[in-house]
Structures are given as C-alpha cells and as structure tokens.
C-alpha cells in the first residue's frame, strides 16, 4: 500500500478540477509509457489503457482524474473574488481553505476562501448567515482593493481556483486529503496495471481514466463497442444510514441512477467472501458515476460500481489502508476470472 498511498500523493497535490486536468493526464500518461501500457488519448481528452485477453470479450474499468473546483465568476469592487462552482459541495465545505486562481498565463495567485462576515468582532451574523455563491469570496494574496487592481494581476473571469488538498499519511495508516475522490481509485489502478500487464487475463481489461465524472459526462464514449462489462471504480459514500465504512471496500448495489448489474454486483460479493477480503454492500442516495452516465449513453454494457470507502466526501476526505488493500485485491480477483452469464436485473 505504500506505492499506492504515494501515488495518491502525487495524483492530490497535482491540481485538477473538472475542465483543468491536462496536468493530472499528463501524469497518467507517463505512468503508462514508464510501464509499456499501450494507451490512446481520447477527444475530451481522457486517456484508454488496452491490456490484452483471451477472449474478444473487454472489461472496462474506469476512474476518474477530475476533481472538485471552481471558476472565478465576478471580480468584485472590494478587490476579492466571488465563484461558481466547478462540481458539487457545500459551500461550508471549502470555507477557511487555501486556494490557488490559475491565470491565464499560466502563473498562480494564491489567496483564501472566506465568509464575507467572517470576522465575529465586527458581525453578529457571522455564525448564523448561511453559506452560499453570495457571500463566499476568496481574499487574495496580492495588495488589492478594488476590482481594477485585482484585473491589472492578471485575473479575469473564467480563471480556474484550486483548492489545497492537505495530503496526510498518519501512522495509525489513514490517508487525509482533498480529492481522494477520486484520485485514490486511479492510484490503485496505475499500481494494479504493472501487476496485470504480466499475466495472462481471460478477458482484455481496459482501464479508462477520465476527466468530467463530477459534471456527469466524463466516461460516457470512447470506448469499444466490444466492451461488456463497465466497472466504475470510486469511492464508497459514508454518512448516517451508510453501510460502508473506511475499513472495507464498498460495492454498491444502486445509487440515485438507479441499481447496478445484479450479476455483477453478487460476483463482486462472491470473490469477497472466497478471497476473505473485507467488504460491504451499500446504496448511495445522492450519487451518480462514470458508470451510469455510459448507460445513460446508450451504451450496452453490464454496469458495476466499487471502491474504497472515503468519509466526508466532497470535503475534506478521509480513507484508511485497509479499505484500499481491500478494493486492490477484489479488483486483482475480478480481472482474473472468466465474465458471469448469470442474467441480470
């Protein structure tokens, strides 16, 4: 696991919202090239690794490399920044957070994601006002008080802000960090990739990284029509009334799409149990994946959906070891097995 944390450290701390990720690609790419996986670039720019199999029949898994963000919307006449979101999350989420705004130039001006009243010495509203596009702002790091001073810098609308991810390894083996959703899932598969391209599999194995899953259009073509069975790897959602934990991988069996591939799902349940690798079955009410919007597509596959189990998703996320070992190693059962016929729902 120690490969696949640092990995994940690498993949955190490259900035990558949705629509900004040719970066976070370009570190996928090499990976590919330092490993001799043959790959094509796809035209929204996600990137197909092809490994061969026995059978006509492809596994498709994807990951995706984008990340929660946002576009600056309006310089305001203070001199400071107001957003629009690039993905979904509460504004509570990112509140107090380092940010970096990405010009145009190529260069970076760093500042802070703030409440508007977010001194209590000079506001009664302060913890009572609540957040929104409204009132959250982002005080930057430059001498500026007034919306000319902050566009002679060289910020304009539309220039991309990211957000620190804090990467923390404890030694009691948790991973804390921004946007393991869903970097972690791509970090398992770039390690599993070096294991998988040295044996002989019984179905080819596809491995799409994509770069718009959080705006719901990221894994949805590409792809060939040979592919049967399409298998999101992401995160597993905790909450109240969740199932899944950070302990276990967690195998979904429907999400606010709808249920996954029944077949699939008892399959993944299954190797669980044979392997004794740790695992919980869960339904996300307020999720979609890659996987579902290659459905919704039109595409004929046998759809599936696991991962690690990532607390307090879309904020300041946390996993731990085990629950990566454990979708590591249910993943290296999945590809080594013949595909189920078993009908589905």
């Given at each position: 696991?120690?490969?696949?944390?640092?990995?994940?450290?690498?993949?955190?701390?490259?900035?990558?919202?949705?629509?900004?990720?040719?970066?976070?690609?370009?570190?996928?790419?090499?990976?590919?090239?330092?490993?001799?996986?043959?790959?094509?670039?796809?035209?929204?720019?996600?990137?197909?690794?092809?490994?061969?199999?026995?059978?006509?029949?492809?596994?498709?898994?994807?990951?995706?490399?984008?990340?929660?963000?946002?576009?600056?919307?309006?310089?305001?006449?203070?001199?400071?920044?107001?957003?629009?979101?690039?993905?979904?999350?509460?504004?509570?989420?990112?509140?107090?957070?380092?940010?970096?705004?990405?010009?145009?130039?190529?260069?970076?001006?760093?500042?802070?994601?703030?409440?508007?009243?977010?001194?209590?010495?000079?506001?009664?509203?302060?913890?009572?006002?609540?957040r929104s596009a409204t009132n959250i702002e982002v005080r930057l790091d430059i001498?500026?008080?007034?919306?000319?001073?902050?566009?002679?810098?060289?910020?304009?609308?539309?220039?991309?802000?990211?957000?620190?991810?804090?990467?923390?390894?404890?030694?009691?083996?948790?991973?804390?960090?921004?946007?393991?959703?869903?970097?972690?899932?791509?970090?398992?598969?770039?390690?599993?990739?070096?294991?998988?391209?040295?044996?002989?599999?019984?179905?080819?194995?596809?491995?799409?990284?994509?770069?718009?899953?959080?705006?719901g259009f990221g894994g949805n073509a590409g792809f060939s029509a040979d592919v049967?069975?399409?298998?999101?790897?992401?995160?597993?959602?905790?909450?109240?009334?969740?199932?899944?934990?950070?302990?276990?991988?967690?195998?979904?069996?429907?999400?606010?799409?709808?249920?996954?591939?029944?077949?699939?799902?008892?399959?993944?349940?299954?190797?669980?149990?044979?392997?004794?690798?740790?695992?919980?079955?869960?339904?996300?009410?307020?999720?979609?994946?890659?996987?579902?919007?290659?459905?919704?597509?039109?595409?004929?596959?046998?759809?599936?959906?696991?991962?690690?189990?990532?607390?307090?998703?879309?904020?300041?996320?946390?996993?731990?070891?085990?629950?990566?070992?454990?979708?590591?190693?249910?993943?290296?059962?999945?590809?080594?097995?013949?595909?189920?016929?078993?009908?589905?729902?």
């Amino acid at each position: 696991m120690q490969a696949v944390v640092q990995t994940i450290r690498d993949l955190v701390e490259i900035p990558s919202p949705t629509g900004f990720t040719v970066q976070a690609l370009t570190y996928v790419e090499n990976r590919f090239k330092e490993e001799g996986i043959s790959y094509k670039k796809l035209e929204k720019g996600a990137l197909l690794a092809m490994l061969p199999g026995q059978s006509p029949r492809i596994r498709l898994l994807t990951a995706h490399v984008d990340t929660l963000g946002a576009m600056v919307k309006e310089i305001l006449p203070s001199g400071r920044l107001s957003l629009s979101q690039l993905g979904g999350y509460a504004w509570t989420a990112i509140e107090g957070e380092n940010c970096l705004v990405h010009k145009m130039d190529g260069q970076t001006i760093s500042g802070t994601i703030v409440f508007h009243h977010s001194s209590v010495h000079t506001s009664r509203v302060t913890n009572t006002e609540e957040r929104s596009a409204t009132n959250i702002e982002v005080r930057l790091d430059i001498r500026s008080t007034t919306a000319e001073e902050t566009r002679v810098a060289g910020i304009e609308v539309g220039d991309v802000v990211t957000f620190d991810p804090r990467f923390v390894h404890t030694e009691t083996g948790f991973v804390k960090s921004r946007h393991l959703d869903d970097k972690a899932s791509v970090a398992l598969l770039l390690e599993l990739i070096k294991k998988w391209k040295t044996i002989s599999l019984p179905h080819p194995v596809h491995i799409l990284i994509s770069n718009y899953e959080e705006v719901g259009f990221g894994g949805n073509a590409g792809f060939s029509a040979d592919v049967a069975e399409y298998i999101a790897v992401d995160m597993g959602a905790l909450g109240e009334g969740q199932h899944s934990d950070e302990y276990t991988v967690s195998i979904c069996a429907k999400d606010g799409s709808g249920p996954y591939d029944l077949a699939l799902r008892h399959q993944f349940t299954r190797l669980a149990q044979q392997h004794a690798i740790p695992y919980k079955v869960d339904i996300y009410p307020y999720y979609s994946s890659d996987a579902s919007a290659a459905v919704h597509a039109g595409h004929d596959v046998r759809h599936g959906l696991l991962g690690p189990g990532i607390e307090s998703s879309h904020s300041y996320e946390r996993t731990h070891e085990t629950s990566l070992q454990a979708t590591y190693d249910l993943l290296d059962a999945f590809v080594k097995e013949n595909m189920n016929d078993e009908n589905t729902l």
